[in-house]
C-alpha cells in the first residue's frame, strides 16, 4: 500500500465525502493516482491567470519542502540594516509526480519580501519562522545559457513589485485608520471614553 500526502487525502474527502472503508480507500488511492498522472501532464500546458497565459504549476498549487542544515551568514551595514547571504539543499516533503516538473538543471531567479520572527532561547540559540511573498524574476532553461530576462528588465521587475507592495500597505493602513475613526465615533456617539 502507497503512503500519501495529507493534503492528497484531505483533498479527495473534501471532493467525495467522508467515509473511510476500504472501498473508499481503494477508490480514493485510484483517485490521487490519476490526479498525479494529470499533474505530470499537464505541468507544460497552457494556463491563464488574470489574462496572463503561462506554463508550470498551477495557480493554488502547494509544495512543501524540507532545508537542510542552511547556511546563513549576515553581517551588520547600519545600526538597523543587515546584509545577508544563505545557502542550502531543499527537498520535496514528498516525491514529485513522476515526469512533472522543469527538467532538472533549471535555474530559477526568484526575489522575496518576507518577515522574519526571531525569538533568542539562550545564548546561542533561536527560534526563526519567516512568512512571505516569493517573485520569479527570470529562469533558465538547460542549454541555454542566458536568462529569461536580462538584468534591467529583472531590476524592472523588483522595482514594479516593490511599488505594488507599497501601494498595498499604504491601502491596508488607510482602511486600518478608517476603521479606528468609526470605532472612535462608534464609542464616543455611546459615551463611551
Known sequence: ?????????????K????????ES??????KISKTRN?????????????GRKYT?????????WYYENGEWKEK?????????????NKRRAWNAPEDSGAP?????????????HVRKLDANTY???????????AHKRVGINRWSLTENAQREQVIKTLEEYVFQLKRDMAGEAAAQRLCLEHTKGRGIT
Not at 15 to 22: A, C, K
Not at 25 to 30: C, G, P, Q, S
Not at 56 to 64: A, D, K, N, P, S
Request: net charge negative; with cysteine.
Open 76 to 88: 551588520k551595514v547600519a545600526p538597523d540594516k543587515w546584509e545577508f547571504t544563505y545557502a542550502t
Open 56 to 64: 508550470g504549476m498551477r495557480v493554488g498549487g502547494v509544495h512543501h
Open 25 to 30: 480507500i481503494k477508490w480514493k488511492e485510484h
Open 104 to 116: 532538472v538543471g533549471t535555474e530559477y531567479y526568484w526575489y522575496i519580501l518576507a518577515h522574519q
Open 1 to 13: 500500500m502507497r503512503f500519501f500526502a495529507c493534503y492528497e487525502i484531505d483533498t479527495i474527502m
Open 127 to 137: 527560534t526563526i519562522s519567516m512568512d512571505g511573498l516569493k517573485y520569479k524574476l
Open 15 to 22: 471532493m467525495e465525502g467522508n467515509s473511510m472503508d476500504l
Open 38 to 50: 494529470n499533474i505530470s501532464t499537464a505541468y507544460n500546458d497552457y494556463k491563464e491567470f488574470e
